[in-house]
């Protein structure tokens, strides 16, 4: 069965990458070969994940790139040199510009948690996103999938999952139970999901 090789971007832990590392493992992901990590912190335990499971990973840092546009052009080349078809970003902490964005055209997936489009947009990531949800009394909050354009959380919704606010809830606990409930199931399903459509519309034009 052919695969969608993906490429998955990360800045920090990587628990989600792990989900899809795990997905993987236990066959999960038929459609899907995790073809690239690349993370734009060095130090990003991601990248111990990646190494840990065989797949290749690159380092593309704005610092080193010198501009935002030197940044996008490094991951660019990065992508093609990996032959990614389809980016996953997972916790990647820099807004890529529609310079990038068009390039991709519904080929980038993101993992939000909230129930977009409530909590989103920019200055929402992180723990201030499940600040913000507390802050708000809200009493369902969770994650989104979504494709990703030059509009921060802007793009086409592919896939939400619901997770209960509870009372004495702090940001932290809030997060934790939004990853174990929505995002680390929702990511790999959702990954999945797209890379068995994008195999099944190449084979058709193969025809
Ligand atoms: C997750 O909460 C994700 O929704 C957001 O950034 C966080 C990344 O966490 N986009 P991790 O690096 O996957 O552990």
Not at 31 to 50: D, I, M, P, T, Y
Not at 100 to 114: G, K
Not at 150 to 170: F, H, M, N, S, W
Request: aromatic share 4%.
């Amino acid at each position: 069965m052919s695969r969608v090789r993906v490429a998955v971007l990360v800045s920090g832990g990587g628990t989600n990458l792990q989900a899809l590392i795990d997905a993987a493992a236990r066959g999960q992901l038929p459609h899907v070969e995790l073809a690239l990590v690349l993370s734009n912190h060095k130090n990003a335990f991601a990248l111990q994940r990646a190494a840990l499971a065989g797949i290749p990973t690159r380092v593309v840092t704005r610092r080193a790139a010198g501009s935002q546009e030197a940044f996008e052009a490094a991951i660019q080349t990065a992508l093609e040199q990996a032959g990614i078809e389809l980016i996953v970003l997972a916790g990647f902490m820099s807004i890529l510009s529609a310079g990038f964005t068009d390039r991709w055209p519904e080929c980038i997936l993101n993992i939000h948690p909230s129930l977009l489009p409530a909590f989103g947009g920019p200055g929402c990531y992180g723990l201030h996103v499940h600040e913000m949800a507390l802050a708000r009394g809200v009493k369902l909050t969770g994650a989104t999938v979504h494709f990703v354009n030059e509009i921060p959380d802007g793009g086409r919704i592919l896939a939400q999952k619901a997770v209960a606010v509870e009372d004495g809830d702090t940001p932290e606990l809030l997060q934790r139970r939004v990853m174990e409930q929505a995002e680390w199931i929702l990511l790999p399903q959702t990954l999945e999901r797209v890379a068995a459509e994008r195999t099944m519309e190449r084979e058709k034009s193969d025809v």
